[in-house]
Protein backbone atom coordinates (compact mmCIF):
# COMPACT_ATOMS: atom_id res chain seq x y z
CA UNK A 1 0.00 0.00 0.00
CA UNK A 2 3.04 2.11 0.97
CA UNK A 3 4.51 1.99 -2.57
CA UNK A 4 1.53 2.42 -4.21
CA UNK A 5 1.13 5.89 -2.66
CA UNK A 6 4.63 6.67 -2.76
CA UNK A 7 4.47 5.74 -7.04
CA UNK A 8 0.97 8.15 -6.77
CA UNK A 9 2.73 10.59 -5.54
CA UNK A 10 5.61 10.51 -7.95
CA UNK A 11 3.40 10.39 -10.67
CA UNK A 12 1.65 13.61 -9.48
CA UNK A 13 4.90 15.43 -8.52
CA UNK A 14 6.19 14.40 -12.26
CA UNK A 15 3.03 16.17 -13.72
CA UNK A 16 3.14 19.33 -11.83
CA UNK A 17 7.03 19.61 -12.16
CA UNK A 18 8.32 23.35 -13.51
CA UNK A 19 12.12 22.46 -13.14
CA UNK A 20 13.12 26.23 -14.28
CA UNK A 21 11.70 27.83 -10.90
CA UNK A 22 15.21 29.12 -9.95
CA UNK A 23 14.96 31.70 -12.34
CA UNK A 24 12.14 33.13 -10.71
CA UNK A 25 12.26 31.53 -7.44
CA UNK A 26 8.47 32.25 -6.26
CA UNK A 27 6.69 29.52 -4.36
CA UNK A 28 5.54 26.61 -4.86
CA UNK A 29 8.50 26.33 -6.73
CA UNK A 30 9.26 23.42 -8.73
CA UNK A 31 6.00 22.35 -8.38
CA UNK A 32 2.94 23.85 -10.03
CA UNK A 33 -0.57 22.69 -9.92
CA UNK A 34 -2.99 23.87 -12.76
CA UNK A 35 -6.33 24.03 -12.40
CA UNK A 36 -9.12 24.44 -16.05
CA UNK A 37 -11.60 25.80 -16.29
CA UNK A 38 -14.23 27.25 -18.90
CA UNK A 39 -15.74 30.68 -18.53
CA UNK A 40 -17.16 31.02 -21.70
CA UNK A 41 -18.64 27.84 -23.52
CA UNK A 42 -16.68 26.51 -25.83
CA UNK A 43 -15.08 29.80 -26.73
CA UNK A 44 -12.63 30.72 -22.96
CA UNK A 45 -10.62 28.36 -20.64
CA UNK A 46 -8.46 30.13 -17.28
CA UNK A 47 -5.80 28.22 -16.36
CA UNK A 48 -4.72 29.04 -13.24
CA UNK A 49 -1.57 28.17 -11.12
CA UNK A 50 -0.63 29.53 -7.89
CA UNK A 51 2.80 31.74 -6.79
CA UNK A 52 3.85 33.85 -4.04
CA UNK A 53 6.38 34.88 -1.43
CA UNK A 54 6.50 33.49 1.65
CA UNK A 55 3.07 31.87 2.06
CA UNK A 56 1.70 35.26 0.23
CA UNK A 57 0.26 32.64 -2.51
CA UNK A 58 -2.25 34.17 -5.08
CA UNK A 59 -3.38 32.73 -8.27
CA UNK A 60 -1.61 33.50 -11.82
CA UNK A 61 -3.68 32.99 -14.65
CA UNK A 62 -3.61 32.51 -18.42
CA UNK A 63 -6.68 32.52 -20.74
CA UNK A 64 -7.02 30.73 -23.56
CA UNK A 65 -9.66 31.36 -26.33
CA UNK A 66 -10.98 30.24 -29.31
CA UNK A 67 -10.15 31.75 -32.63
CA UNK A 68 -13.35 32.13 -35.16
CA UNK A 69 -11.28 30.57 -37.73
CA UNK A 70 -10.23 27.82 -35.83
CA UNK A 71 -7.35 27.40 -33.28
CA UNK A 72 -6.67 29.38 -30.32
CA UNK A 73 -4.98 32.36 -28.78
CA UNK A 74 -2.94 31.92 -25.78
CA UNK A 75 -3.03 35.29 -22.75
CA UNK A 76 -0.30 35.48 -20.58
CA UNK A 77 0.96 31.94 -20.35
CA UNK A 78 1.73 30.47 -17.12
CA UNK A 79 4.41 27.42 -16.42
CA UNK A 80 4.15 24.44 -19.19
CA UNK A 81 3.95 21.89 -16.57
CA UNK A 82 2.86 18.75 -18.23
CA UNK A 83 -0.65 18.54 -16.51
CA UNK A 84 -0.86 22.15 -17.92
CA UNK A 85 -0.01 21.29 -21.55
CA UNK A 86 -2.14 18.08 -21.26
CA UNK A 87 -4.95 20.29 -20.19
CA UNK A 88 -4.34 22.63 -23.33
CA UNK A 89 -3.79 19.11 -25.16
CA UNK A 90 -7.70 18.47 -24.66
CA UNK A 91 -8.76 21.80 -26.03
CA UNK A 92 -6.62 21.49 -29.66
CA UNK A 93 -8.11 18.32 -29.89
CA UNK A 94 -11.02 19.84 -30.19
CA UNK A 95 -10.60 23.44 -31.19
CA UNK A 96 -7.18 23.30 -33.43
CA UNK A 97 -3.52 24.03 -32.46
CA UNK A 98 -2.31 27.22 -30.58
CA UNK A 99 -1.58 29.86 -33.43
CA UNK A 100 -1.03 32.59 -31.46
CA UNK A 101 1.09 33.57 -28.15
CA UNK A 102 0.50 36.54 -26.51
CA UNK A 103 3.13 38.59 -23.68
CA UNK A 104 1.10 41.39 -22.78
CA UNK A 105 3.23 43.10 -20.15
CA UNK A 106 6.84 44.73 -20.32
CA UNK A 107 7.71 44.13 -17.02
CA UNK A 108 5.95 41.36 -15.40
CA UNK A 109 8.78 38.71 -15.03
CA UNK A 110 6.39 36.45 -13.40
CA UNK A 111 4.97 36.51 -17.03
CA UNK A 112 7.31 36.55 -19.36
CA UNK A 113 9.20 33.90 -17.52
CA UNK A 114 7.21 31.65 -19.16
CA UNK A 115 6.94 32.30 -22.72
CA UNK A 116 9.73 30.44 -23.96
CA UNK A 117 9.13 27.16 -22.43
CA UNK A 118 5.03 27.55 -23.27
CA UNK A 119 6.25 28.46 -27.09
CA UNK A 120 8.48 25.46 -27.54
CA UNK A 121 5.52 22.90 -26.71
CA UNK A 122 3.26 24.90 -29.08
CA UNK A 123 5.85 25.00 -32.49
CA UNK A 124 3.53 26.89 -34.98
CA UNK A 125 2.62 28.98 -32.94
CA UNK A 126 3.72 32.33 -33.60
CA UNK A 127 4.65 34.90 -30.27
CA UNK A 128 3.44 38.36 -29.86
CA UNK A 129 4.80 40.94 -27.10
CA UNK A 130 4.33 43.95 -25.65
CA UNK A 131 6.55 46.58 -27.91
CA UNK A 132 9.16 48.24 -25.30
CA UNK A 133 10.30 44.91 -23.86
CA UNK A 134 13.11 45.76 -21.30
CA UNK A 135 15.58 43.61 -18.54
CA UNK A 136 18.02 44.53 -16.29
CA UNK A 137 20.73 44.88 -15.31
CA UNK A 138 21.68 44.64 -18.96
CA UNK A 139 19.34 44.88 -22.45
CA UNK A 140 19.25 41.49 -23.59
CA UNK A 141 17.77 40.54 -26.78
CA UNK A 142 14.98 38.24 -26.15
CA UNK A 143 16.35 35.55 -27.61
CA UNK A 144 19.14 35.22 -24.80
CA UNK A 145 15.87 35.37 -22.69
CA UNK A 146 14.57 31.90 -24.37
CA UNK A 147 11.74 33.40 -27.00
CA UNK A 148 11.66 31.56 -30.26
CA UNK A 149 14.03 32.94 -32.80
CA UNK A 150 12.11 33.56 -36.30
CA UNK A 151 8.87 33.63 -34.64
CA UNK A 152 8.53 36.17 -31.81
CA UNK A 153 7.61 39.59 -33.42
CA UNK A 154 6.43 42.81 -31.45
CA UNK A 155 2.97 44.02 -31.34
CA UNK A 156 2.39 46.49 -33.76
CA UNK A 157 0.84 49.48 -32.34
CA UNK A 158 -1.97 49.38 -34.79
CA UNK A 159 -4.01 46.88 -33.85
CA UNK A 160 -5.68 46.39 -37.46
CA UNK A 161 -1.94 45.18 -38.75
CA UNK A 162 -2.20 42.35 -36.48
CA UNK A 163 -3.17 38.52 -37.79
CA UNK A 164 -5.55 37.37 -35.43
CA UNK A 165 -7.34 41.47 -36.06
CA UNK A 166 -10.74 39.62 -37.10
CA UNK A 167 -11.58 38.31 -34.02
CA UNK A 168 -9.97 40.87 -31.28
CA UNK A 169 -8.69 44.28 -30.73
CA UNK A 170 -6.48 45.77 -28.67
CA UNK A 171 -5.27 48.74 -26.76
CA UNK A 172 -1.53 49.34 -25.49
CA UNK A 173 -1.11 51.05 -22.18
CA UNK A 174 2.46 52.63 -22.11
CA UNK A 175 5.17 53.28 -22.02
CA UNK A 176 5.26 54.93 -19.01
CA UNK A 177 8.87 55.51 -17.95
CA UNK A 178 10.26 54.21 -14.57
CA UNK A 179 13.62 54.84 -14.46
CA UNK A 180 15.23 51.67 -14.72
CA UNK A 181 12.40 50.17 -17.38
CA UNK A 182 9.07 51.06 -18.09
CA UNK A 183 5.33 49.88 -17.42
CA UNK A 184 3.55 48.54 -20.64
CA UNK A 185 0.25 46.48 -20.65
CA UNK A 186 -1.64 45.13 -23.13
CA UNK A 187 -5.30 44.47 -23.42
CA UNK A 188 -7.51 42.28 -25.33
CA UNK A 189 -10.96 42.77 -26.37
CA UNK A 190 -12.54 39.22 -27.77
CA UNK A 191 -15.68 40.70 -29.74
CA UNK A 192 -17.54 37.52 -30.18
CA UNK A 193 -18.05 37.03 -26.25
CA UNK A 194 -17.20 40.69 -25.57
CA UNK A 195 -14.41 39.64 -23.16
CA UNK A 196 -11.75 42.12 -21.79
CA UNK A 197 -8.72 40.21 -21.08
CA UNK A 198 -5.80 42.43 -18.92
CA UNK A 199 -2.98 41.64 -16.84
CA UNK A 200 -2.46 43.69 -13.75
CA UNK A 201 -4.29 47.19 -14.63
CA UNK A 202 -7.79 45.24 -13.35
CA UNK A 203 -9.12 43.10 -10.97
CA UNK A 204 -11.60 42.03 -7.87
CA UNK A 205 -10.90 40.39 -4.59
CA UNK A 206 -12.66 37.48 -3.96
CA UNK A 207 -13.81 37.14 -0.51
CA UNK A 208 -13.52 33.21 -0.20
CA UNK A 209 -10.48 31.31 -1.01
CA UNK A 210 -10.07 30.88 -5.32
CA UNK A 211 -9.69 27.10 -6.13
CA UNK A 212 -6.41 27.33 -6.95
CA UNK A 213 -5.23 28.32 -3.52
CA UNK A 214 -7.50 25.56 -1.65
CA UNK A 215 -5.46 22.48 -3.40
CA UNK A 216 -2.74 24.12 -1.30
CA UNK A 217 -3.90 25.25 2.11
CA UNK A 218 -1.55 25.29 4.15
CA UNK A 219 -0.17 29.05 3.31
CA UNK A 220 -4.06 30.28 4.46
CA UNK A 221 -3.62 28.01 7.58
CA UNK A 222 -0.09 29.61 8.15
CA UNK A 223 -1.73 32.77 7.95
CA UNK A 224 -4.81 32.34 9.73
CA UNK A 225 -3.24 32.18 13.10
CA UNK A 226 -3.14 35.83 15.40
CA UNK A 227 0.18 35.47 16.62
CA UNK A 228 3.38 32.64 16.51
CA UNK A 229 1.72 29.92 19.27
CA UNK A 230 -1.70 29.42 17.85
CA UNK A 231 -2.61 26.40 16.37
CA UNK A 232 -5.01 26.47 13.61
CA UNK A 233 -7.46 23.54 12.48
CA UNK A 234 -8.00 23.20 8.91
CA UNK A 235 -11.59 24.67 8.38
CA UNK A 236 -13.64 26.31 6.24
CA UNK A 237 -13.71 29.63 8.30
CA UNK A 238 -9.69 29.56 8.68
CA UNK A 239 -9.24 28.97 5.12
CA UNK A 240 -11.40 31.86 4.66
CA UNK A 241 -9.21 34.36 7.18
CA UNK A 242 -6.32 33.41 5.93
CA UNK A 243 -7.17 33.57 2.19
CA UNK A 244 -8.08 37.37 3.90
CA UNK A 245 -4.88 38.48 5.38
CA UNK A 246 -3.14 37.30 2.33
CA UNK A 247 -4.76 39.58 0.19
CA UNK A 248 -3.70 42.43 2.57
CA UNK A 249 0.03 41.30 2.36
CA UNK A 250 -0.42 41.19 -1.13
CA UNK A 251 -1.53 44.48 -2.10
CA UNK A 252 -0.16 46.62 1.06
CA UNK A 253 3.35 44.56 2.03
CA UNK A 254 2.83 45.26 5.45
CA UNK A 255 -0.79 45.77 6.43
CA UNK A 256 -1.71 48.49 9.24
CA UNK A 257 -3.64 45.69 10.70
CA UNK A 258 -0.63 43.36 11.01
CA UNK A 259 1.72 44.76 14.23
CA UNK A 260 5.36 43.72 13.23
CA UNK A 261 7.00 42.02 16.22
CA UNK A 262 10.77 43.26 16.80
CA UNK A 263 13.59 40.79 15.84
CA UNK A 264 14.92 40.05 18.96
CA UNK A 265 11.28 38.92 20.36
CA UNK A 266 10.28 37.20 17.39
CA UNK A 267 13.56 34.73 17.37
CA UNK A 268 12.68 34.32 21.22
CA UNK A 269 9.40 33.43 20.31
CA UNK A 270 9.93 31.46 17.52
CA UNK A 271 12.03 29.16 20.03
CA UNK A 272 9.28 28.38 22.16
CA UNK A 273 6.69 27.92 18.70
CA UNK A 274 4.95 24.63 18.94
CA UNK A 275 5.45 24.04 15.26
CA UNK A 276 9.24 24.60 14.55
CA UNK A 277 9.45 22.68 11.19
CA UNK A 278 11.04 23.92 7.73
CA UNK A 279 7.91 24.24 6.11
CA UNK A 280 6.70 26.81 9.55
CA UNK A 281 10.09 28.66 8.59
CA UNK A 282 11.50 27.21 11.54
CA UNK A 283 8.34 29.37 13.63
CA UNK A 284 9.07 32.26 12.72
CA UNK A 285 5.90 34.74 12.75
CA UNK A 286 7.01 38.13 13.55
CA UNK A 287 3.60 39.83 13.36
CA UNK A 288 0.64 39.62 15.30
CA UNK A 289 -2.53 40.74 14.04
CA UNK A 290 -4.96 43.05 15.19
CA UNK A 291 -8.69 42.57 15.88
CA UNK A 292 -9.99 44.77 12.99
CA UNK A 293 -7.72 43.01 10.29
CA UNK A 294 -11.36 42.16 8.76
CA UNK A 295 -12.31 45.52 8.35
CA UNK A 296 -9.01 46.46 6.33
CA UNK A 297 -10.02 43.54 4.42
CA UNK A 298 -13.37 44.77 3.22
CA UNK A 299 -12.56 48.38 2.81
CA UNK A 300 -9.64 46.94 0.69
CA UNK A 301 -12.68 44.75 -1.39
CA UNK A 302 -15.20 47.27 -1.31
CA UNK A 303 -18.17 44.49 -1.87
CA UNK A 304 -15.67 43.13 -4.95
CA UNK A 305 -15.65 46.34 -7.03
CA UNK A 306 -13.07 46.61 -9.63
CA UNK A 307 -10.26 47.87 -8.62
CA UNK A 308 -6.74 49.28 -9.41
CA UNK A 309 -4.12 47.94 -7.79
CA UNK A 310 -2.31 49.95 -4.85
CA UNK A 311 1.25 49.37 -6.27
CA UNK A 312 -0.21 50.86 -9.31
CA UNK A 313 -1.95 53.64 -7.82
CA UNK A 314 1.19 54.48 -5.93
CA UNK A 315 3.82 54.21 -7.74
CA UNK A 316 3.49 53.41 -11.75
CA UNK A 317 0.32 55.03 -13.14
CA UNK A 318 0.33 58.17 -10.99
CA UNK A 319 3.78 59.02 -13.14
CA UNK A 320 1.55 59.35 -15.77
CA UNK A 321 -1.82 60.24 -15.08
CA UNK A 322 -3.15 61.73 -18.58
CA UNK A 323 -1.40 58.75 -20.42
CA UNK A 324 -3.36 56.16 -18.80
CA UNK A 325 -6.93 58.33 -18.68
CA UNK A 326 -6.22 58.57 -22.70
CA UNK A 327 -5.60 54.74 -22.46
CA UNK A 328 -8.64 54.42 -20.44
CA UNK A 329 -10.89 56.45 -22.95
CA UNK A 330 -9.85 54.29 -25.78
CA UNK A 331 -10.78 50.84 -23.87
CA UNK A 332 -14.18 51.93 -22.68
CA UNK A 333 -15.57 52.56 -26.49
CA UNK A 334 -15.04 48.36 -26.58
CA UNK A 335 -18.69 46.69 -25.35
CA UNK A 336 -17.33 44.54 -23.02
CA UNK A 337 -19.48 43.26 -20.69
CA UNK A 338 -16.83 40.58 -18.46
CA UNK A 339 -13.55 40.92 -17.85
CA UNK A 340 -10.83 38.24 -17.31
CA UNK A 341 -7.63 39.61 -15.43
CA UNK A 342 -4.04 37.04 -14.34
CA UNK A 343 -4.89 37.78 -11.19
CA UNK A 344 -7.44 36.99 -8.05
CA UNK A 345 -10.96 36.34 -9.61
CA UNK A 346 -11.30 34.88 -12.49
CA UNK A 347 -14.44 36.48 -14.43
CA UNK A 348 -15.37 39.80 -13.85
CA UNK A 349 -19.12 40.60 -14.82
CA UNK A 350 -18.03 44.37 -15.11
CA UNK A 351 -19.06 47.17 -17.98
CA UNK A 352 -17.13 50.05 -19.87
CA UNK A 353 -18.43 52.46 -17.08
CA UNK A 354 -17.24 50.71 -14.13
CA UNK A 355 -13.75 50.24 -15.76
CA UNK A 356 -14.00 53.81 -16.39
CA UNK A 357 -14.33 54.64 -12.38
CA UNK A 358 -11.77 52.27 -10.90
CA UNK A 359 -9.56 54.82 -12.83
CA UNK A 360 -10.76 58.17 -11.25
CA UNK A 361 -8.51 58.01 -8.58
CA UNK A 362 -6.21 59.69 -11.63
CA UNK A 363 -8.71 62.86 -11.34
CA UNK A 364 -7.83 66.33 -10.15
CA UNK A 365 -11.37 66.49 -8.52
CA UNK A 366 -13.91 64.01 -7.67
CA UNK A 367 -17.96 64.78 -7.14
CA UNK A 368 -18.49 64.66 -3.81
CA UNK A 369 -21.89 62.90 -4.32
CA UNK A 370 -19.93 59.81 -5.97
CA UNK A 371 -18.23 57.24 -3.71
CA UNK A 372 -15.70 55.90 -6.20
CA UNK A 373 -13.23 55.69 -5.54
CA UNK A 374 -12.92 54.78 -2.19
CA UNK A 375 -8.97 55.52 -0.79
CA UNK A 376 -7.11 53.35 1.02
CA UNK A 377 -5.94 54.21 4.29
CA UNK A 378 -2.68 56.08 5.05
CA UNK A 379 -1.85 53.41 7.33
CA UNK A 380 -2.11 50.86 5.05
CA UNK A 381 -0.15 52.60 2.52
CA UNK A 382 2.53 53.45 4.54
CA UNK A 383 4.97 51.04 2.90
CA UNK A 384 4.18 51.73 -0.53
CA UNK A 385 4.63 55.30 0.33
CA UNK A 386 8.13 54.90 2.03
CA UNK A 387 9.01 53.34 -1.46
CA UNK A 388 7.81 55.99 -3.09
CA UNK A 389 9.68 58.52 -2.03
CA UNK A 390 12.89 56.56 -1.77
CA UNK A 391 12.92 55.97 -5.05
CA UNK A 392 11.69 59.57 -6.11
CA UNK A 393 14.80 61.09 -3.93
CA UNK A 394 17.51 58.88 -4.82
CA UNK A 395 16.37 59.46 -8.84
CA UNK A 396 15.52 55.92 -9.37
CA UNK A 397 11.92 56.50 -10.68
CA UNK A 398 10.41 59.98 -11.93
CA UNK A 399 7.96 61.60 -9.16
CA UNK A 400 4.02 61.55 -9.85
CA UNK A 401 2.53 64.25 -11.84
CA UNK A 402 -0.70 66.18 -10.88
CA UNK A 403 -3.46 66.00 -13.93
CA UNK A 404 -3.41 69.48 -15.49
Request: hydrophobic letters at 40%; a negative charge.
Amino acid sequence: MRNREALQQHEHSAKWSWPFWPVVPLYPYGERRTLRRELVKDTIWAFDQLQGILYVTVPIRMTVVKLDAGGLLVYAPVAPTPECIGLLREIEAQHGPVCYIILPTSSGLEHKVFVGPFARHCRDAAVYVAPDQWSFPIQLPLSWLGFPIGRTYALPTDATQAPFYDDFDYQILGPIKLGLGVFEEVVLFHRRSQTLLVTDTVLTIPETPPDIVQLTPYPMLFHARDQVNDVVEDTWLNRCKGWQRIALFSFFFRPSAAETIPLGQAIRDAANAPNRSKSNYFGLFPFQWNDNWKVSFDALRSDGRLLVAPILQTLILNRAPEQTLEWVSRVIRWDFRRIVPCHFDSLIDSSSSQFRDAFSFLEPSRDETNPLPRSFSDDDLEVLHELDDILTRRGITPPAKPVS
